[in-house]
């Protein structure tokens, strides 16, 4: 096992869920015959069935707990790790609900928005495009974190080409359409790429910077909105609750976070810990708007598991967006076997 050293507690390094005190259920993941692993062959399987039912099977209630058992499996044999992946436009519901919550700003007023793992920069121009276009007036002060050099750098200089994926290995372009094409790129110098247009990269202020690290809110300072998906997930389960409770700071009381991407058991447990209000508009759309991630359940460790109403706790649990109302001080989460608890203050 990897440990992660103190002064870097959100960087995600490659570990194994459960590693410390493995499970049965990690154990038996783990295990192999004739140096073959007996669970990847009973995995590769049900995929290949699986994939050949159609959705109204798949959605019925055995198999959605087949699938839940068959996730745990997964998650237990396969070892987390970054990566860069974005889109323009990724969750379009989700840009839809920035859209409202902008409209309900004052004339002219300020809006601060900090993205965190903002990758290639994506995510960042797509959703400064939609308040921008939406409320001219708005004077939006923001700022993009990512813990990569390299993929900032990218994000920074808003060049995009439209054969090569460019660190990102994904169809960044996939899900924008050729009008929203027009209205944020203008044709770039080699012909085979495009670049953001000035007055959407203006302003942004871009950092090296870990969201993880306390030092984070001296950084940014509070926030109206903090956007921070599809990097907690890749995180061991302490190193995300930890991650999740730092960025929570940044947000001012009454502020948004946008927190998807990331372990559900983690975000409801933190949610519910600090008394978070789950935003019900378009919580549904939302939790189904990015097909990488809904498409992906049961097979990766990041695939998002079903909309389920019949959960007592469905609103928190599918809520990727929360209104922060004040954090009151508790005592910190302690982890045993992968369970979470609460620990007692001493004294
Ligand atoms: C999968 S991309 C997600 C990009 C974008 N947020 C999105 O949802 O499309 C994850 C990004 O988070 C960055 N990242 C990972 N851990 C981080 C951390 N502790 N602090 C800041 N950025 C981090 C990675 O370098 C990567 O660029």
């Known amino acids: 096992m990897v440990e992660l050293g103190p002064e870097h507690p959100g960087i995600a390094i490659p570990i194994k ?37 159609p959705p109204s099977v798949t959605a019925l209630p055995p198999l959605r707990s087949y699938g839940r058992f068959l996730h745990r499996l997964v998650r237990s044999r ?40 903002c990758s ?14 939406a409320r001219p007036d708005l004077k939006i002060i923001s700022q993009a974190v990512d813990i990569s ?19 990102v290995e994904a169809p960044i372009f996939a899900r924008i359409n050729g009008d929203e094409m027009e209205a944020m790129f203008d044709p770039g110098k080699n012909g085979d790429d495009v670049q953001i247009k000035s007055w959407l990269k203006e302003g942004i ?24 998906n599809n990097f907690l997930c890749h995180m061991t389960r302490p190193n995300a609750d930890r991650c999740l409770r730092n960025i929570a700071r940044l947000v001012t009381p009454g502020g948004y976070l946008f927190i998807s991407g990331i372990d559900l058991d983690i975000r409801t447990e933190v949610a519910l810990d600090l008394g978070w209000r789950p935003v019900r508009d378009l919580m549904e759309d939302i939790h189904d708007g990015d097909a ?56």
């Open 17 to 53: 869920e459960g590693m410390a005190h493995p499970s049965l259920l990690a154990r038996l993941a783990r295990a192999r015959l004739f140096r073959k692993s007996p669970v990847a062959a009973y995995l590769n399987l049900n995929n290949w069935i699986w994939k050949r039912l």
């Open 78 to 117: 396969t070892a987390r790790r970054q990566y860069f992946g974005t889109f323009f436009f990724r969750n379009r519901p989700q840009l839809t609900l920035i859209r409202r919550l902008s409209a309900q700003r004052g004339l002219g007023s300020i809006v601060k928005i900090a993205f965190l793992g």
């Open 120 to 133: 290639n920069g994506a995510e960042a121009y797509s959703i400064l495009w939609t308040i921008r276009s």
């Open 149 to 167: 050099k390299e993929v900032l750098k990218l994000a920074q200089k808003g060049v995009y080409s439209l054969t090569a994926p460019e660190l």
């Open 205 to 228: 202020t871009w950092h090296l910077g870990d969201a993880g690290s306390p030092e984070i809110l001296t950084l940014l300072g509070p926030q109206d909105i903090v956007v921070a």
């Open 292 to 347: 990488s991630v809904r498409n992906d359940w049961p097979w990766k460790y990041w695939g998002l598991e079903p909309f389920d109403k019949r959960r007592n706790d469905w609103e928190v649990r599918y809520a990727s967006v929360f209104q922060l109302v004040p954090m009151v001080v508790r005592p910190p989460m302690q982890y045993e076997n992968g369970r979470a608890s609460r620990q007692r203050w001493l004294g």
